[in-house]
């Protein structure tokens, strides 16, 4: 690697942990790009070579916690379909350690987390299915996580009133009916 290009990785991590260290206390459509280059120790233009506005920032984090939440799971992603529905063993792997992701919980429990559903959404396609697959596969899988992604916020914000494995048993039936469907 060269040395610009060092240095382009060093200016791209040094942004991504300034807009972490903001984000444990300031909701991401409050962080300014001259907070967040002045916390990163850069200029703006540093900023805008990498990302064309905040959104390819936040998106780009969110891709990275989804794509760790799914490490491991690899030889999961392609289980048999239980009775026609996603695997339960896989549902509740991955919903633990979704769960368990802070930067995800705090995506979903920050103010106007509606305008990230999408991006949560779209990041766990593109893990799942890749960026570049055929429309049809890819709005299919793009339904079906969202009908999931909003039933757990939603169990989540009432403070998760039936048991995980309820939640579990809800998304599987859920995956068999999206199943169906196809």
């Given at each position: 690697?060269?040395l610009?290009s060092e240095?382009?990785e060093q200016s791209?991590i040094?942004?991504k ?12 459509e409050?962080i300014?790009?001259?907070n967040?280059?002045k ?8 900023f805008?070579s990498?990302y064309?506005?905040?959104d390819?920032?936040?998106h780009e984090?969110?891709?990275?916690n989804v794509?760790e ?8 992603w392609n289980?048999l ?7 339960r063993?896989?549902?509740?792997t ?5 769960l368990?992701n802070?930067?995800?919980q705090r ?5 106007n987390?509606?305008?990230?559903r999408t991006?949560?959404?779209r990041?766990?396609v593109?893990?799942s299915?890749?960026?570049d697959?055929?429309p049809?596969?890819?709005y ?6 969202a ?9 989540m914000?009432n403070?998760?009133p ?5 939640i579990?048993e809800?998304?599987h039936?859920?995956?068999k ?6």
């Amino acid at each position: 690697m060269d040395l610009r290009s060092e240095r382009g990785e060093q200016s791209k991590i040094a942004l991504k942990t300034a807009f972490l260290e903001l984000f444990r206390t300031i909701d991401p459509e409050d962080i300014s790009i001259v907070n967040l280059c002045k916390r990163a120790g850069v200029n703006r233009s540093t900023f805008y070579s990498h990302y064309g506005f905040m959104d390819c920032l936040i998106h780009e984090v969110l891709r990275e916690n989804v794509a760790e939440v799914c490490e491991g799971l690899g030889s999961q992603w392609n289980l048999l379909l239980e009775e026609g529905g996603v695997s339960r063993t896989f549902i509740s792997t991955y919903l633990s350690r979704f769960l368990s992701n802070p930067i995800l919980q705090r995506f979903c429990t920050c103010s106007n987390n509606g305008r990230y559903r999408t991006l949560i959404i779209r990041s766990q396609v593109e893990v799942s299915i890749g960026p570049d697959t055929e429309p049809v596969k890819y709005y299919t899988a793009f339904f079906q996580n969202a009908g999931v992604f909003n039933c757990v916020l939603e169990w989540m914000a009432n403070e998760r009133p039936i048991p995980d494995e309820s939640i579990i048993e809800i998304i599987h039936e859920y995956s068999k009916t999206v199943s169906r469907m196809k």
